[in-house]
């Protein structure tokens, strides 16, 4: 039995159940700050300074680090005969990358 035709659908439940429990979680934290007596202008306050400022820059580094990891384990493995040089390079690089964020993201919210 073919079963490629789940995958579109796996996805997009996936994705569903994401967002459900995204608005969940989110009205869950709200109903939470009204309990303790939190007024509306205190809430938007509190949920300003809850965002990361740099959490772009962070997501692209890290996308640049894997992909960097990717290129190179794939161009060592075409040189060697061992095909275990890819995932170490994607991991390493990828973890790097995360490191590298978040020292960064560090260091401008100081500034």
Do not use: H
């Amino acid at each position: 039995m073919d079963s490629e035709f789940l995958i579109p659908i796996i996805f997009f439940l996936a994705a569903g159940a994401v967002l459900i429990i995204y608005i969940y979680f989110r009205s869950k934290e709200k109903q939470m700050m009204i309990e303790k007596g939190m007024s509306y202008e205190q809430m938007l306050e509190f949920l300003k300074t809850k965002r990361d400022q740099f959490i772009m820059l962070q997501i692209g580094i890290v996308t640049f680090f894997f992909g960097l990891g990717l290129g190179l384990g794939l161009f060592i493995k075409d040189y060697s005969d061992s095909d275990a040089w890819v995932p170490l390079f994607i991991f390493t690089m990828t973890g790097a990358g995360f490191v590298i964020a978040q020292l960064l993201a560090r260091k401008l919210e100081k500034n």
